[in-house]
């Protein structure tokens, strides 16, 4: 079965600072996906990023970069020099592999909240 | 535009009586979903579309039905609601074939009260 672990339920930082959002999955597919979506307070979900298993690069996009590290089966999301727009909960999600999207399984969410 | 248009965004509604939500793209996407959002249970899915008249149950089927019978359109069919189908459903659509980029585009969600 497949699951997605993300274990700080919420995160409280000051703006300017870095902060770090984690994100551990499980999967017995060999190859599969991986996502990132962020929420605002607003509600609408909002597509962050799509990462294929094959491609351990790092990924970087202006102040969000991203980190797959295979061996751990992590994909943790880093937030630099956070604003208070930054402000959202954020879920990660596994996907297979098999097509290119197919049944989704997302994390519980990690509530970022960035105080001025 | 592109977007996902979901109707209605918000519904009150009575144990028992048919309800349908409806999806529908604008984008020529192969890909449709709909998943429930609620209280720390975070995102799951409900069903999954990947072409017309193709259709998968996600994680949380029971009670729901969705048909695909137009590339644009997703509904979502409650048959008999009851009160734990209370919640904040999404509907999404993708592209679907293998890129390095791929945006998922997600509807503005509906809010269901079930009473």
């Known amino acids: 079965a497949q699951k997605v672990t993300q274990a700080q339920t919420e995160i409280s930082v000051v703006e300017k600072e870095d902060v770090t959002l984690d994100c551990v999955y499980e999967t017995r597919d060999t190859t599969y996906y991986l996502f990132w979506y962020k929420q605002p307070p607003s509600g609408e979900l909002v597509f962050l990023i799509r990462r294929n298993s094959f491609d351990e690069q790092n990924e970087i996009s202006g102040r969000y970069s991203w980190n797959f590290q295979k061996s751990t089966s992590s994909f943790n999301f880093t937030i630099t020099a956070s604003q208070v727009v930054d402000s959202a909960v954020y879920f990660c999600?596994?996907?297979?592999?098999?097509?290119?999207?197919?049944?989704?399984?997302f994390g519980q969410g990690t509530i970022l909240t960035v105080h001025p | 535009e592109a977007q996902v248009t979901q109707n209605p965004r918000y519904l009150i509604t009575v144990t028992g009586k048919k309800l349908t939500v409806t999806c529908s793209q604008n984008m020529n996407h192969e890909y449709m979903s709909w998943y429930r959002q609620d209280p720390g249970l975070g995102l799951r899915q409900i069903y999954y579309s990947m072409n017309v008249e193709v259709t998968d149950k996600g994680d949380v089927p029971e009670g729901y039905k969705v048909s695909r019978k137009e590339k644009r359109n997703f509904p979502l069919i409650l048959e008999s609601p009851s009160p734990n189908q209370t919640s904040l459903y999404f509907c999404?659509?993708?592209?679907?074939?293998?890129?390095?980029?791929?945006?998922?585009?997600f509807g503005p969600g509906t809010r269901l009260l079930v009473l």
């Open positions: 999404a659509s993708s592209l679907s074939r293998s890129s390095r980029v791929e945006t998922q585009y």
């Open positions: 999600a596994l996907g297979p592999g098999g097509t290119s999207y197919g049944k989704l399984t």
